[in-house]
T-cell receptor
């Protein structure tokens, strides 16, 4: 089955700096890569996703890049704010097989003032 | 649109009792619902996949007789933790993919925190 690795496990940045979280996946058939933000005790919230036919996608301060050849995808958050502090999860799935998502191990992002 | 509601949000039970958690898609029909379990400071681990009207498919290592899943309609799936023990204490989250306008995106319920005493 799919295996998703995520790094780093914790990340501390100063407000205004950028944060980058990286993931790798094992199944070359995976074609959908969402990123979720989860606050303590809450449900995961989709913040951005990318499909395998696209190399990069941006939404305001958040961007995701995908390298299919290397099976890498990354989340980039620019101009970080304290409210960005949360746990972020990457995930991968093969659409068409009921979207069974495999999650990465998570990154705890702390944005300090 | 695409709201998934989960109930109860918190439940405390005694060891040996059974607990039922409901997952409803409020404004869409869900072809498939997924049940995840999340231990503190860990990732979401898929427990099982359920499709309306058929038996759930369980992930390796998940006991199907302990975690009973029923998917009676396109808007409701239930997870029953039978004979719960303290090690079953966890955050259980359901998710659903829509039947119409399928994109691959999953919609998550609020989660249910189970504490077994």
């Amino acid at each position: 089955g799919e295996n998703v690795e995520q790094h780093p496990s914790t990340l501390s940045v100063q407000e205004g700096d950028s944060a980058v979280i990286k993931c790798t996946y094992s199944d070359s058939a995976s074609n959908y890569f969402p990123w979720y933000k989860q606050e303590l005790g809450k449900r995961p919230q989709l913040i951005i996703d990318i499909r395998s036919n696209v190399g990069e996608k941006k939404d305001q301060r958040i961007a995701v890049t995908l390298n299919k050849t290397a099976k890498h995808f990354s989340l980039h958050i620019t101009e970080t704010q304290p409210e960005d502090s949360a746990v972020y999860f990457c995930a991968a799935s093969i659409t068409g097989t009921a979207s069974k998502l495999t999650f990465g191990t998570g990154t705890r992002l702390q944005v300090t003032l | 649109g695409a709201v998934v509601s989960q109930h109860p949000s918190r439940v405390i039970c005694k060891s040996g009792t059974s607990v039922k958690i409901e997952c409803r898609s409020l404004d869409f029909q869900a072809t498939t619902m997924f049940w995840y379990r999340q231990f503190p400071k860990q990732s979401l681990m898929l427990m099982a996949t359920s499709n309306e009207g058929s038996k759930a498919t369980y992930e390796q290592g998940v006991e199907k007789d302990k975690f009973l899943i029923n998917h009676a309609s396109l808007t409701l799936s239930t997870l029953t933790v039978t004979s719960a023990h303290p090690e079953d204490s966890s955050f259980y989250i359901c998710s659903a993919s829509r039947l119409a306008g399928y994109t691959g995106e999953l919609f998550f319920g609020e989660g249910s925190r189970l504490t077994v005493l």
